[in-house]
């Protein structure tokens, strides 16, 4: 007889979150104060879905002339293995550049909601994000060799500071969130 029992939070497609704002549980949804009236959410409409039927969304709102939001979709603990790296699907939904920026930040403390003392792993640009907006593509980025073995946050924030009195910034959906341990390239091959 075998049995094995498993308690992880990845990899996460959401698919088991109910719409529009049940998060699994452990994952946090915070902000910066700027523009509170919009948060990501679990959305089932099929523009911003990546795969499946539901995604992690956030939509844009209108935050004032030369406001700074920043909008966070943390998860829970999650210990990074040796040669560690984040993959996750993304997209947008706006043609064109609109001047936001998208992150994936990293913490180790004690609090998933210290948000001050996250630390940057990536950060891409619109025209960075995705080769074509609206088609999604994943993301990979390596862990540091200091978090292999350490349980680590990992956020997921989207930053924009609106240059103008009307709406604009970027939509972002993102999906099929997993930690796993990259394959390395085979070493002293030969014939």
């Known amino acids: ?24 549980a452990e994952w946090l949804v915070t902000d910066n104060g700027t523009g509170t009236g919009i948060s990501w959410s679990i959305v089932n409409n099929p523009t911003p879905v ?16 030369g406001n700074t939001s920043q909008d966070w979709l943390i ?12 993959r996750f699907a993304t997209k947008q939904s706006l043609p064109g550049d609109q001047g936001t920026i998208f992150q994936v930040r990293i913490y180790s403390g004690t609090s998933q909601s210290d948000i001050q003392n996250y630390t940057l792993l990536e950060q891409w640009t619109e025209a960075e994000l995705n080769n074509i907006y609206n088609v999604p593509e994943e993301k990979v980025v390596d862990f540091p060799t200091t978090s292999f073995g350490v349980p680590t946050y990992i956020a997921f924030v989207k930053i924009f500071t ?28 030969g014939t």
Not at 8 to 20: M, R, W
Not at 167 to 181: A, H, K, L, Q, Y
């Open 1 to 24: 007889f075998y049995s094995v029992v498993g308690y992880s939070q990845f990899p996460e497609n959401f698919e088991t979150s109910t719409v529009p704002n049940g998060f699994p």
């Open 50 to 65: 990546i795969n499946g039927s539901q995604s992690a969304y956030i939509n844009r709102e209108n935050i004032g002339l």
């Open 75 to 86: 998860s829970p603990l999650k210990t990074i293995p040796t040669n560690g790296q984040l």
């Open 162 to 189: 609106q240059p103008t009195g009307a709406v604009d910034g970027e939509r972002w959906s993102i999906d099929d969130i997993n930690v796993v341990e990259k394959c390395l390239n085979p070493t002293n091959l």
